[in-house]
Nanobody, 121 residues
Framework: VQLQASGGGLVQAGDSLRLSCVASGGTFSSYALGWFRQAQGKEREFVACINENGEFPYYSQSVKGRFTISRDNAKNTLYLQMDSLTPLDTAVYYC???????????????WGRGTQVTVSS
């Protein structure tokens, strides 16, 4: 499975942004999917994940209530709607695909190239 994330950019605090991750080369609907982020000088951090049919999203405490993960299996696309952004959300965002457990422990077999999100104060 190949994953390509997009939608990053430079925004101001309080703004919204939607990331997309398009998959190709595999059976999209058979994978759990997740978003991770890595700020400069910090370790990669789990952001959110969603199960194969999209019924069960799960969020880190740092983004819960502000970010929404969703997927469209017909379009082979994963989304991350990010609202009320703060400078602490500045990072490179990555999408990943695998089983639920491997998404949760960040050992997913498939990763996309990241997209930069920068939030200015």
């Amino acid at each position: 499975v190949q994953l390509q994330a997009s939608g990053g950019g430079l925004v101001q605090a309080g703004d919204s942004l939607r990331l997309s991750c398009v998959a190709s080369g595999g059976t999209f609907s058979s994978y759990a999917l997740g978003w991770f982020r890595q700020a400069q000088g910090k370790e990669r951090e789990f952001v959110a994940c969603i199960n194969e049919n999209g019924e069960f999203p799960y969020y880190s405490q740092s983004v819960k209530g502000r970010f929404t993960i969703s997927r469209d299996n017909a379009k082979n696309t994963l989304y991350l709607q990010m609202d009320s952004l703060t400078p602490l959300d500045t990072a490179v965002y990555y999408c990943a695909a695998g089983t639920w457990n491997r998404i949760i422990d960040a050992s997913a077999p498939y990763w996309g190239r990241g997209t930069q999100v920068t939030v200015s104060s």
